[in-house]
């Protein structure tokens, strides 16, 4: 029975049970795609990458991306996961300070720099105001009014990302949800701390397509980024807090640069082995 490196990390959290797992499954060119998929049903985690050879030679390597559903993308703890777990297998990039992670949707850059990983948030593939059924649709699932919601957006990077911004991070954390209505959508929910709170908003991901909360979601608090910093509804650099709710401590630090919107966070090693397959 084959087997393969494997390793299992943590995201954005320094407590190595306080972040957002991942598992990464190394040098996976010979699995096949129904291989991968029951791989990561068995994890049962959000997301479960496989490390490949790219085919685009500027890339560093490149990743396929596995919830227990469906194959994503691009999703953004995968990015800063797979990444370190590469760099900690031996890799070399090309280029110093910066590796270039190839996935479904093209070329992510991710910096490198004093042990420190972010990666620059690809382009939104959907923005604009919620359309009313789909606010409507948000707010019966919440038992929201709409005096509740102070901002609403499109932020598909990806994985269908919506989003709504709430008066406070305390009404974020008071929210209930009533999955069979919230599905199919996406939905980010983001609410301000107050000044003297560590972190300056919270963020839940609420995952209509499966019906759960993922703990702490690089790719929609990139997309959040993308639309919140511009309109000038979150200072740069920023500090998001996420999972609070299930008992996680994420950060995720944002932050705008010569036009891109850079996520980082801590990445730690938690499960190193082999998986057979």
């Known amino acids: 029975m084959p087997c393969f490196k494997f390793s299992q990390v943590n995201v954005f959290s320094a407590d190595p049970f306080l972040g957002n797992p991942l598992a990464v499954v190394h040098d996976a060119d010979s699995l096949s795609t129904e291989q991968m998929s029951a791989i990561a049903r068995w994890t049962n985690l959000s997301e479960t990458v496989f490390l490949v050879e790219p ?7 490149a990743v396929r991306i596995f919830s227990p559903q469906v194959e994503l993308p691009f999703a953004g703890h995968p990015t800063l996961g ?10 070399r990039p090309k280029n110093v300070g910066r590796v270039m992670q ?8 991710i910096g490198n720099n004093e042990g420190g990983l972010e990666f620059a948030a690809p382009p939104l593939i959907r923005t604009g ?8 649709q948000i707010m019966k699932a919440l038992s929201l009014s709409p005096s509740d919601i102070a901002h609403h957006q499109w932020v598909d ?3 269908g990302w919506c989003a709504i911004m709430l008066h406070s991070a305390r009404d974020v954390l008071a929210l209930e949800t009533e999955w069979a209505t919230l599905a199919p959508l996406n939905l980010g929910v983001i609410g301000l701390h107050d000044a003297n709170a560590d972190a300056t908003v919270e963020v839940r991901a609420l ?3 499966g019906g759960y909360e993922d703990p702490v979601t690089g790719s929609l608090n990139a997309s959040l980024a993308q639309w919140l910093i511009p309109a000038g509804l979150v200072p740069s650099p920023y500090l998001a807090s996420q999972g609070t709710r299930l008992k996680r ?3 995720v ?3 705008e640069a010569d036009g891109d919107i850079w996520v980082g966070g801590d990445v730690v090693d938690v499960i190193s082995g082999k998986i057979s397959v």
């Open 55 to 61: 085919t685009n030679p500027e890339a560093d390597y």
């Open 82 to 91: 797979a990444c370190h777990a590469w760099l900690a297998a031996g890799g």
């Open 102 to 109: 190839q996935c479904e949707v093209g070329l992510v850059t």
């Open 129 to 136: 105001p919620l359309e009313p059924d789909v606010l409507n």
């Open 157 to 159: 990077n990806g994985p």
């Open 207 to 209: 995952i209509g397509d």
């Open 249 to 251: 401590a994420g950060n």
């Open 253 to 255: 630090q944002l932050r």
